[in-house]
């Protein structure tokens, strides 16, 4: 039972990767001997990832325009309170992660 687990666990993962029409003609399709209703299942996992991964990217200006106004925010650390201090260095931080994360994937 935990080998049936840790074979469906390890392709899932390789499900959810992106993938190119060929690696899912080899990895899907020829794995299913190229029967589209067994690998029905298969084909869903990859097009729910690819769905949030688009949901992710369009979350990209958000990003963007956080880091840009604790960048500014940045640029004026003397005039802010303690709080805002942190906050502008912690969004600043925060921003510019989750932009790169964003786009990466």
């Known amino acids: 039972a935990r080998r049936e ?4 666990n390890e392709r899932t993962s390789m499900l959810i990767n992106p993938m190119t029409c060929d690696d899912i003609n080899e990895k899907v399709f020829k794995h299913y001997n190229y029967d ?3 690998a029905h299942g298969d084909l869903d996992t990859i097009a729910r990832a690819e769905s949030a ?3 992710l990217r369009r979350t990209v200006p958000l ?4 880091t840009a106004v604790s960048g500014y925010n940045c640029t004026r ?3 802010l309170s303690a709080s805002g201090r942190a906050g502008a260095i912690g969004g600043l931080a925060f921003g510019a992660f989750m932009t790169f994360t964003t786009l990466r994937v």
């Open 5 to 8: 687990t840790a074979m469906v």
């Open 36 to 38: 589209g209703v067994r």
């Open 53 to 55: 991964r688009a949901r």
């Open 63 to 66: 990003w963007l325009g956080m």
């Open 77 to 79: 650390l003397g005039v």
